[in-house]
C-alpha cells in the first residue's frame, strides 16, 4: 500500500511538471506571435524562477505562466511568496545582465487553461526591490 502512494505521488508530480511546461511552451508561442522574443526560460536563481524572460521593443518582460484547470484558478496561484521569490530572481538576472538596464522592466503573467487561448496580463504585479 505505501509504494502505491509513493508512485502514485511521483505521477502526480510528473504530469504536473508536464503540464506546466507544456502550458510555458504555449504560452511562449503566444507571446511570440504578439512580436515579444525570447532571452532565456526557466531561469533559476535565489530561489526563484521565472518562467520566461521575453523582450519587445524597449520593454523586458519577466513571465509568471500559472497552467490550471481554468483561467480563474490560474489567475489566482500567484500568492506574496511567489512574487517575492519571482522578484529575487528577477533582481539577479538583471545583475547578472546590466546591458538591459534602461529599458523597461514588467512582471508579465500569462494565464493557460485547456481548450482555451493563454490569457496575457502585462504589468501583472510589481517586481520587489525594482
Keep these: 500500500m505505501r509504494t502505491s502512494k509513493l508512485i502514485d ?5 510528473r504530469a504536473t511538471y508536464l503540464r506546466g511546461h507544456s502550458g510555458e511552451t504555449l ?11 525570447p532571452l532565456a526560460r526557466r531561469f533559476s536563481a535565489s530561489g526563484g524562477e521565472i518562467d520566461l ?5 524597449d520593454t523586458i518582460a519577466f513571465v ?6 481554468t483561467l480563474d484558478t490560474a489567475r489566482t ?10 522578484s529575487r530572481a528577477v533582481r539577479t538576472w538583471m ?6 538596464a534602461t529599458m523597461t522592466l514588467r512582471a508579465d503573467a ?7 487561448w493563454p490569457r496575457h496580463l502585462p504589468d501583472a504585479f510589481a517586481i520587489e526591490g525594482m
Design 27 to 37: 504560452a511562449l508561442l503566444a507571446m511570440m506571435i504578439k512580436g515579444y522574443r
Design 9 to 13: 505521488a511521483k505521477e502526480r508530480r
Design 110 to 116: 500569462v494565464f493557460v487553461a485547456p481548450r482555451t
Design 95 to 100: 545583475a547578472r545582465n546590466p546591458r538591459y
Design 64 to 69: 509568471e505562466v500559472k497552467a490550471r484547470a
Design 53 to 57: 524572460i521575453l523582450r519587445r521593443g
Design 77 to 86: 496561484a500567484i500568492d506574496a511568496k511567489k512574487r517575492a521569490r519571482f
